[in-house]
């Protein structure tokens, strides 16, 4: 079955790097995500790896994919006061019909970062 | 214009009242969303539109009726809600073909 794994709380220092883990089941899935989610708000797509790639940069986020091991990571380095929110990882192992398809999270990584 | 926007932003209702819940994007999409996300919990898919036809209910009771009236509008009508439906309600949209789901903000519902 679908099932995404996520640690639920990480506290880093800020000027710290954060690295939030996830695993996933589904060796289908075609894409995995990050979205962040502050008190409150909707979910921001923060990024994402295509399942052929094995790393993903931007600016300060890295995406580390190992497929063997269905094993996602996000890294954020020089964690900032402002990265404190609730990390969700995604796949989309479901094709929905008619061009759509299903997202599955995780349950969502709690990020404080300590002033 | 790349955002999905809902309204109301906060909704407070009774049991036996009648509301709606707004989402609009202006991004081309043609599949939209609808989550419930309960406090701590990752949303939970409720409705999927593809080309303005439901696609998929995932069993949610029939005291929420979604509605696609164009491909910018997405609504979400509330009858006889339940306490326990109190919740973020979120609205998501993408392009056919493409899994990357953009999010709204949100509607706080709380039910009396």
């Known amino acids: 079955g679908e099932d995404v794994e996520q640690s639920l709380f990480l506290s880093v220092r800020e000027g710290d790097s954060s690295v939030i883990n996830c695993t996933y089941t589904?060796?289908?899935?075609?894409?995995l995500y990050w979205y962040k989610q502050e008190p409150g708000a909707g979910l921001q797509l923060l990024t994402y790896?295509?399942?052929?790639?094995d790393m993903k940069q931007d600016q300060r986020l890295t995406v580390l994919l190992n497929k063997k091991d269905k094993h996602l990571s996000l890294r954020i380095a020089d964690t900032q006061t402002g990265d404190s929110a609730i990390y969700f990882c995604?796949?989309?192992?479901?094709?929905?019909?008619?061009?759509?398809?299903?997202?599955?999270f995780g349950k969502g990584t709690k990020l404080s970062v300590i002033p | 214009d790349t955002e999905v926007t809902q309204t109301p932003k906060h909704l407070v209702m009774g049991m036996t009242n009648k509301k709606s819940l707004k989402c609009e994007q202006h991004?081309?999409?043609?599949?939209m969303y609808w989550y419930k996300q309960k406090a701590k919990k990752p949303p939970e898919l409720m409705f999927v539109?593809?080309?303005?036809?439901?696609?998929i209910n995932e069993s949610v009771p029939s005291r929420f009726s979604p509605e696609c009236p164009n491909s910018s509008l997405l609504n979400l009508h509330l009858h006889a809600l339940q306490p326990e439906d109190s919740a973020l309600y979120l609205c998501?949209?993408?392009?056919?073909?493409?899994?990357?789901?953009?999010f709204g903000p949100g509607t706080r519902l709380t039910v009396l």
């Open positions: 991004m081309g999409h043609r599949a």
């Open positions: 539109y593809s080309y303005e036809k439901l696609s």
């Open positions: 589904d060796s289908s899935s075609t894409y």
């Open positions: 995604a796949e989309t192992p479901s094709y929905s019909g008619a061009g759509s398809y299903q997202l599955t």
């Open positions: 998501a949209s993408s392009q056919l073909g493409e899994s990357e789901q953009f």
């Open positions: 790896i295509f399942s052929n790639m």
